[in-house]
T-cell receptor, first 120, second 111 residues
């Protein structure tokens, strides 16, 4: 199946700094990517839908000025956590679908390995 | 709104079958997924089923869908210690819309 990568896999930063997380589709082009957040021992919650060439669509309760999403190309979406605080510590996961795939794979959403953010 | 419910824990003996259950509320759900998450790792797609199917089998995995009751189950035959993980049920309307996840079922396999 298609591969989605994330970088970095782990990041530790000081409170008040900004952190950028990259999500890449390695062997396909993704016009839409999704960003999820997972708290310890909890489910994944959708944060925003990242659309190539246009503004991201944020879920209710997600601060767009705090979680900046840029989908500048068909293979890369970035999530920047601005002025990070300890409560932003979480596991961030992106996903994408390969619209060019055929058969059953057409409806699969592929997830990145996740980025664990720890804010001190 | 949309909601997906799962039991939180399941413990089985190695070699037995595991059955993880899931219920959802959105009647327009078209695709229903099962993902596996090992500690500290991302999500691994195990299988998914279209809403117009009743059953899908893939090696040790069997997915059953009761659309009337909005109930989905994942059966793992001959459960192994390597199957210990959290299993998430998820649903979506189309392949290009975000998934709504359940809280996950933590499967513990006892040797």
């Amino acid at each position: 199946g298609a591969v989605v990568s994330q970088h970095p896999s782990r990041v530790i930063c000081k409170s008040g700094t900004s952190v950028k997380i990259e999500c890449r589709s390695l062997d396909f082009q993704a016009t839409t990517m999704f960003w999820y957040r997972q708290f310890p021992k909890q489910s994944l919650m959708l944060m925003a839908t990242s659309n190539e060439g246009s503004k991201a669509t944020y879920e209710q309760g997600v601060e767009k000025d705090k979680f900046l999403i840029n989908h500048a190309s068909l293979t890369l979406s970035t999530l920047t956590v601005t002025s990070a605080h300890p409560e932003d510590s979480s596991f961030y996961i992106c996903s994408a679908r390969d619209p060019g795939s055929g058969g059953e794979s057409y409806n699969e959403q592929f997830f990145g390995p996740g980025t664990r953010l720890t804010v001190l | 709104g949309e909601d997906v419910e799962q039991s939180l824990f399941l413990s089985v003996r190695e070699g037995d079958s595991s059955v993880i259950n899931c219920t959802y509320t959105d009647s327009s759900s078209t695709y229903l997924y099962w993902y596996k998450q090992e500690p500290g790792a991302g999500l691994q797609l195990l299988t998914y089923i279209f809403s117009n199917m009743d059953m899908k089998q893939d090696q040790r995995l069997t997915v059953l869908l009761n659309k009337k009751d909005k109930h989905l189950s994942l059966r793992i035959a001959d459960t192994q210690t390597g199957d210990s993980a959290i299993y998430f049920c998820a649903e979506t309307y189309s392949g290009n819309t975000p998934l709504v996840f359940g809280k996950g079922t933590r499967l513990s396999v006892i040797a």
